[in-house]
C-alpha cells in the first residue's frame, strides 16, 4: 500500500489562502486516483475533492466548489489542494487517500496518513 504524507497546513485567517500537499513514498501516484478528505472535531471524515490519475477528471464537494482547486504533478509524486477564501468551518484536519472514483464516503477508506491541521480564524 502507497504510504501518503500530508504537508502544508497552518493557521490563517479567514479569506486567506494555504496549499496543502499529499506527497507518496515507496510507490508512484502517477496510476493513482487521490481524494482530499477532512475530519473537523466531532464530526465525521467526510469528503473534499478529488483528481483522476491523469489529472483529467476533478470532482469537489459542494461546501468548497469555487474555493478550492485539487491539482497534481505526477513528475513530483505530488498531488496538491489549494484553498482560497478560507472560512472557520474549513477548519479540520485534511487527510489525502487513495480513491476510488464515485466512491466519495470516507468509510469505504482504510488507509489514512497523519493528517495536516488547518485552522481558520474568524
Known amino acids: 500500500q502507497v504510504q501518503l504524507v500530508e504537508s502544508g497546513g497552518g493557521l490563517v485567517q479567514a479569506g486567506g489562502s494555504l496549499r496543502l500537499s499529499c506527497a507518496a513514498s515507496?510507490?508512484?501516484?502517477?496510476?493513482?486516483?487521490i481524494g482530499w478528505f477532512r475530519q473537523a472535531p466531532g464530526k465525521e471524515r467526510e469528503f473534499v475533492a478529488a483528481?483522476?490519475?491523469?489529472?483529467?477528471?476533478?470532482y469537489y464537494a459542494d461546501s468548497v466548489k469555487g474555493r478550492f482547486t485539487i491539482s497534481r504533478d505526477n513528475a513530483k509524486n505530488t498531488v496538491y489542494l489549494q484553498m482560497n477564501n478560507l472560512k472557520p468551518e474549513d477548519t479540520a484536519v485534511y487527510y489525502c487517500a487513495v480513491v476510488n472514483w464515485g466512491r466519495w464516503s470516507a468509510s469505504q477508506y482504510d488507509y489514512w496518513g497523519q493528517g495536516t491541521q488547518v485552522t481558520v480564524s474568524s
Open positions: 515507496g510507490r508512484t501516484l502517477s496510476r493513482l486516483n
Open positions: 483528481i483522476t490519475w491523469a489529472g483529467v477528471s476533478t
